[in-house]
């Protein structure tokens, strides 16, 4: 072995011997090897690199959510131009379905010149990465040739060998994949993604209220399946003491508002009125953070009852405990009310749990009561919003003006958390202040500056 390695050192360098005196012997050491080129190396790494940039998966994504919109969007525009053809009596009803269908045919033009950009840009990509590509085949050919000793050739040889006898080995115990995930319990599959936004309006009164929250009942009453609900912040973008319903999208969008306002309170604010944007309706039921407590309030719309439940001691609220990313907090986000298959759930922190965010079960008992509790290992301080789906929270935060992050899911079931969900979220404004996973059509409505937008979320 040591004869071999000598005669592989001779072939590479010239070894010239010159005797200047009987005492000394000096060995002059001639490499006839091409120098390596290391620079060229560099600049390679620093393509690819930049090659990788230019290629991910979000933009891999943008057609197919552009596309998604436009899938939504075509049978909700033949739905409404079949209503207006069965009800225009050339009254006023007619022109609002008129309305109705132009803002949504604005929209359908708005994603198709989007969808051409897009579609352009991405030629425009293929086309200068199939060049970067080919350049950089290129340049690890010349590179290779440098490999005089054939280290990287054994090196693929010993992967190409290794390959075949895994495939040789598990070719008679084939190993069949689950076709869901063992520990899911959710009807509609394993989460996997967002797409839209599927609906971006600025409602009723645009611009005027920048905090709020907007949704549909997970359990309405017969009759009301299509309805929608809607609460602004109406004063000091902190308290509300009405919510107003709608009967279908298109009356939200437009801002025709059947049966109006359902009033909690005649004062704003006073007891038990809502307090911060964290709000949903379930079976025809309104929780929110109450009015200057560490408590849910349940208001509801038929009978015009409230009836609160008292959160854990330590509970922080009246803005200790907000949703924040590093440029600013959410005021009053201190309570998260979510939805989801199984009812609602509320999202809070203790000083206990130093900051941290804990989820806890509401029991739609009477009087209400807090079911299981599950403490996480998430700082709510790092966290923008939370939202609930089929068993499993989910939290988001700030990346930029225009792109938020789901970094972050605990499942119930199983207890396991996870911060590399990766799942990105196209924002119409800079601030989601509120949050709703609605399980009756699996969208995700946000809340955004005073503009209401809606997610599809994809499960398989």
């Not at 057609?63 to 525009?77: A, F, N």
Request: aromatic content about 10%.
């Amino acid at each position: 072995m040591k004869l071999r390695v000598i005669v592989t050192l001779c072939a590479l360098f010239t070894i010239t011997q010159q005797v200047f005196s009987q005492d000394k012997c000096t060995c002059e050491l001639t490499n006839s090897e091409k120098a390596f080129p290391h620079d060229k190396l560099s600049t390679v790494e620093g393509n690819a690199s930049k090659c990788n940039s230019n290629i991910t998966p979000q933009k891999t994504l943008e057609l197919e959510i552009l596309l998604l919109g436009l899938e939504r969007r075509l049978p909700q525009l033949q739905e409404d131009v079949s209503m207006l053809e069965r009800e225009d009596d050339g009254d006023l009803y007619a022109v609002l379905s008129l309305y109705v269908i132009e803002n949504e045919l604005m929209e359908i033009k708005q994603l198709i010149d989007r969808l051409n950009s897009t579609t352009k840009a991405h030629q425009g990509l293929t086309a200068d990465t199939t060049k970067q590509l080919e350049d950089l085949s290129a340049e690890m050919q010349e590179l290779q040739t440098y490999d005089t000793m054939q280290v990287v050739k054994r090196l693929e040889d010993n992967h190409r060998l290794k390959r075949d006898l895994d495939q040789c080995k598990n070719g008679f115990h084939p190993t069949i994949q689950p076709t869901q995930p063992p520990h899911s319990k959710c009807p509609h599959g394993e989460f996997q993604n967002i797409t839209g936004p599927r609906v971006y309006t600025a409602g009723e009164y645009p611009g005027s209220y920048k905090y709020g929250a907007w949704g549909r009942d997970p359990k309405p009453e017969a009759g009301k399946e299509s309805w929608y609900w809607l609460v602004m912040l109406t004063s000091s973008n902190r308290y509300a003491n009405y919510i107003r319903l709608y009967s279908s999208l298109s009356s939200l969008i437009v801002g025709l508002s059947i049966p109006g306002n359902v009033q909690i309170h005649s004062s704003n604010p006073a007891t038990n009125t809502i307090q911060g944007p964290n709000i949903v309706l379930y079976g025809e039921a309104l929780y929110y953070n109450c009015y200057n407590l560490d408590a849910v309030c349940r208001f509801n719309l038929t009978t015009k009852t409230i009836t609160n439940l008292q959160l854990p001691k330590g509970t922080r609220f009246n803005s200790k405990g907000n949703f924040c990313h590093l440029e600013e907090c959410y005021p009053f986000t201190d309570l998260d009310l979510a939805t989801d298959e199984s009812g609602v759930w509320v999202i809070y922190t203790t000083s206990q749990d130093f900051g941290n965010l804990v989820l806890s079960k509401v029991e739609e008992d009477e009087p209400m009561t807090l079911g299981q509790t599950w403490h996480t290992s998430v700082y709510k301080q790092g966290v923008t919003n939370t939202f609930m789906a089929c068993g499993v929270l989910y939290a988001t935060r700030y990346v930029n003006k225009t792109m938020e992050e789901i970094f972050y899911a605990f499942d119930t079931t199983t207890g396991v958390e996870r911060f590399n969900v990766g799942v990105f979220i196209n924002k119409m404004s800079p601030n989601i202040y509120s949050l709703n996973y609605s399980p009756v059509d699996q969208m995700l409505h946000a809340y955004c500056d005073s503009f209401m937008v809606s997610y599809k979320v994809l499960f398989w």
